[in-house]
């Protein structure tokens, strides 16, 4: 068997938090992120995580219960804050006894960390931070780890790097709280920076994007395979009123469609036929139906093709043990090179 002692050191706090035999969350991507990928990185040694994304309760249901069936290994869901079945979508988690819940998307709401962390089935909350005062916050609100994730990932994102923010909180942070480094990370080099100055493991989406057990059409896989890091392009906020988080894509017709689609909304916020809080849904939603349109049907040039700036380190399809492999491997040689 394959050992990486420097890594492994380096990842302790962070695979004994998971339970996994690597600290590699798969970062979860909508329509991507379901119970093939999930089960196969959590039987590879990663962590596999669920992207509920806009799942119904009986659909998160049934996705758990699907990947619980294809790995005996520990695996997460990720909620999104703003989902309006929150609290329902966390009573299924417990329910089957999920040991690990992200949050994502915004702070989480009053009452939601209680829930997770005070059933018959506590599990453990992990939260995005996207600044030093916001981490602060969210571990006294009883976040018990954080993810820091930069403007190079795929999906949604900030305004600041992941260099940037791993230089500024690890400091503050990583002595006594589990931080995961996320955001343009293709290769082992990188991981074993981030371990060194701290992390204790980190979170990929983009690398996993096209694995051999990722569903994501073959269209959408080549169209990965095909792109530069420049390709990954942020979206552009078209109404200051209207706060959309931009996200990073495949450049595409797509994108002008989000465009066109803000407009849209942006004009209706105008006939105050909506509030700002279902404005913002719609966004999701619309998001959504254009990843499914990619990722299910193939459709490139009109879905949304969200892919983080690593994403012209693919070039081919890769077995998840392999991908998990190849990312310890690269670590621990240039963790021996130190």
Same mark, same amino acid.
């Given at each position: ?36 990928? %999930?089960? #196969? =990185? ?9 992207? &509920?994304? @806009?799942? *119904?309760?009986? !659909? ?52 939601? %960390?209680? #829930? =997770? ?9 992990? &939260?995005? @931070?996207? *600044?030093?005062? !916001? ?54 080099? #990188? =991981? ?13 989406? *983009? ?132």
């Amino acid at each position: 068997m394959v050992t990486f002692p420097k890594t492994e050191t380096l990842m302790q706090r962070g695979r004994d938090f998971l339970g996994s035999e690597t600290a590699i969350l798969c970062g979860a991507m909508s329509w991507v992120s379901e119970r093939n990928l %999930v089960s #196969a =990185i959590s039987n590879a040694g990663g962590f596999g995580v669920i992207a &509920c994304g @806009a799942m *119904t309760p009986d !659909l998160l249901d049934r996705e758990i219960a699907e990947t619980a069936r294809l790995t005996d290994k520990p695996f997460g869901v990720n909620l999104i804050t703003m989902h309006p079945d929150l609290f329902d979508l966390i009573a299924v988690c417990e329910k089957h006894g999920v040991g690990h819940v992200v949050l994502a998307g915004g702070i989480p709401p009053k009452g939601s %960390v209680e #829930a =997770i962390k005070g059933g018959s089935n506590p599990a453990k909350v992990i &939260c995005f @931070a996207p *600044t030093l005062a !916001l981490a602060k916050k969210l571990l006294r609100s009883g976040a018990d780890a954080l993810v820091i994730e930069g403007m190079e990932a795929g999906g949604h994102i900030g305004p600041v790097s992941t260099s940037v923010l791993a230089q500024e909180m690890l400091p503050e942070l990583a002595d006594d709280h589990l931080v995961f480094v996320a955001g343009g990370i293709g290769r082992g080099n #990188a =991981i074993a920076g981030y371990l060194e100055m701290g992390a204790c493991g980190v979170q990929l989406g *983009t690398r996993f994007a096209c694995a051999t057990e990722s569903i994501a059409h073959p269209d959408f896989k080549k169209a990965f395979f095909r792109a530069s890091a420049r390709d990954a392009v942020a979206s552009v906020q078209v109404d200051q009123r209207l706060p959309v988080i931009p996200v990073r894509a495949l450049k595409n017709k797509g994108a002008e469609l989000f465009t066109a689609k803000q407009r849209e909304v942006a004009g209706i916020l105008d006939r105050e036929e909506i509030a700002m809080e279902e404005a913002q849904l719609q966004i999701e939603h619309y998001w959504a139906g254009a990843l499914r349109r990619a990722v299910i049907d193939g459709d490139v040039e009109n879905g949304s093709l969200m892919a983080g700036q690593s994403v012209g380190m693919l070039k081919e399809e890769e077995p998840v043990a392999d991908i998990i492999a190849k990312l310890m491997a690269q670590s621990e040689e240039a963790l021996a090179r130190r």
